[in-house]
T-cell receptor
Framework: GQQLNQSPQSMFIQEGEDVSMNCTSSSIFNTWLWYKQDPGEGPVLLIALYKAGELTSNGRLTAQFGITRKDSFLNISASIPSDVGIYFCAGPSKTGANNLFFGTGTRLTVIP | EAQVTQNPRYLITVTGKKLTVTCSQNMNHEYMSWYRQDPGLGLRQIYYSMNVEVTDKGDVPEGYKVSRKEKRNFPLILESPSPNQTSLYFC????????????FGSGTRLTVV
């Protein structure tokens, strides 16, 4: 079945450090989306990527659409305690119908 | 305020007792979807709807039903809940999911004992 592999599964970092995480697919995507889920809440869209090689920023967050179109990367610079949460990548589902398929998530813990 | 509203937020029920989780959106979105979230498995789609009276199965539809009689509402029905349906459930809506992503509700934590 369809799989989006995110790594690492979890991270513990010190406040102020930079963070990198990635998402890989066995199939080519034409869209990559990155979400963040705060504890006790639903996921919120952070960044959307639509073109291979595209680099997009949202404040301290930067995401890249891999040139192979099979991967994407999310970087967080100068992490702060409120960066804590689960980060999900998402891409087009093979079920079609303009559907989205989500990765398994990267859980980030920031130590003050 | 544009939002997706789910109710209830928390629910504990017994095996076999039918339940409905409601979902409503005020953004006039065509697409609505239900996901469940389990540790280590991420978000898995249960059912989705492309418009009124148009629904289809997602990746894990067994044991669930949905209906879309009005554009704004998309209830999730568990006719005979079982303990393996204990999970965190999210409703979401979108104009164009692959392009714009989904807007999610705050979640419903269901425990089936």
């Amino acid at each position: 079945g369809q799989q989006l592999n995110q790594s690492p599964q979890s991270m513990f970092i010190q406040e102020g450090e930079d963070v990198s995480m990635n998402c890989t697919s066995s199939s080519i995507f034409n869209t990559w989306l990155w979400y963040k889920q705060d504890p006790g809440e639903g996921p919120v869209l952070l960044i959307a990527l639509y073109k291979a090689g595209e680099l997009t920023s949202n404040g301290r967050l930067t995401a890249q659409f891999g040139i192979t179109r099979k991967d994407s990367f999310l970087n967080i610079s100068a992490s702060i305690p409120s960066d804590v949460g689960i980060y999900f990548c998402a891409g087009p589902s093979k079920t079609g119908a303009n559907n989205l398929f989500f990765g398994t998530g990267t859980r980030l813990t920031v130590i003050p | 305020e544009a939002q997706v509203t789910q109710n209830p937020r928390y629910l504990i029920t017994v095996t076999g007792k039918k339940l409905t989780v409601t979902c409503s959106q005020n953004m006039n979105h065509e697409y609505m979807s239900w996901y469940r979230q389990d540790p280590g498995l991420g978000l898995r789609q249960i059912y989705y709807s492309m418009n009124v009276e148009v629904t289809d199965k997602g990746d894990v539809p067994e044991g669930y039903k949905v209906s879309r009689k009005e554009k704004r509402n998309f209830p999730l029905i568990l006719e005979s809940p079982s303990p393996n349906q204990t999970s965190l459930y999210f409703c979401a809506s979108s104009l164009a999911p692959q392009g714009m992503g989904y807007t999610f509700g705050s979640g419903t934590r269901l425990t089936v004992v």
